[in-house]
């Protein structure tokens, strides 16, 4: 007798087991996941650390977007949103818990011919074949939407970023060039004075000169207050106080080598690597595989 009770334990045992466990190809993609978000460009944010920008010299596109990246709190609650999609896969295909049940016989603890009987009963509840599956793949997949959604939250802040240092970038050269403008003509206006007082030229001159002289120091007004909001927005994207200072941006940028403006395949590219698009792919994989569990309830 117990040893049938031994067999008929093992075999529930083995089958529970066997149940439990979810398909090679899921323990690979959950197991690629983790070590994604374990990676160090996906890890936490920076945003407690000091002020990295302080004593920089230059200012490029590449380190600017590399802190609003790790210093925006933003990515990082996107970051944990995945994390906590990936924790509910081991919940998703593991079974229920198993019941323990004891219970003894009265009549037989009273009766002096028979010995005092117990039942212990072990229970545990197996889903229909197939159910387990389909609960890790609606878990992967909607891990899968929101790891696309991390993507699609870097992509963004990075081409923020990005735009903000060309505006940056694009002030710094046009004062540069407006006090260029305004050098030469203080010059010309001295010039002009100078053959006003011997005679040699009409006081025509000497007045067109300051208008041009007047309308480059208000277009250096303009173009200060342009400069400053550029920096301010790139403050804001480094979590930073919007009046503190920036270093000045380099003054030759970098060029790409290669230039692919081929319409057709920007557009394949497009398609192909948008994560906006692959976390609409992920959503839809957890709807249909919730559909089919729904078929099987």
Known sequence: MLERTARVCAAAVALSAGLACASADQMERY??????????EVAAATAGQGDLLAGAALLSRTD????????????????????????RYPQAVSLPDPTLGYSVRPRSISDREVDPAHDVELS??????????????????????????????????????????DEYWLADRALETNAQHLAFLEELHATALARYAAGTASQLEVLEAESEVAML??????LAAGRRIAAERINLLLHRA?????????RELAVPTEH??????????????????????????????AVALAERE
């Open 124 to 165: 545990q509840p197996l889903p229909f074949p197939g159910k387990l599956g389909l609960r890790g793949e609606i878990a992967l997949a909607s891990a899968d939407a929101a790891s696309e959604g991390v993507a699609a939250e870097r992509v963004r802040l990075a081409a923020l970023a990005s735009i903000a240092f």
């Open 64 to 87: 600017l977007v590399s802190q609003v990246l790790s210093r925006n709190p933003g990515l990082e609650a996107s970051r944990s949103a995945w994390q906590a999609a990936l924790a």
């Open 242 to 250: 919007p009046a503190l200072p920036l270093p000045p941006p380099a």
């Open 217 to 222: 120091l208000h277009g250096e007004i303009e």
């Open 31 to 40: 197991r690629a996941q983790r070590r994604e978000i374990a990676r160090p």
């Open 260 to 289: 692919d403006l081929d319409a057709d395949a920007l557009v394949e590219r497009a398609l192909a690597r948008r994560p906006e698009l692959r976390a609409r792919e992920a959503e839809t994989r957890a709807v249909r595989a």
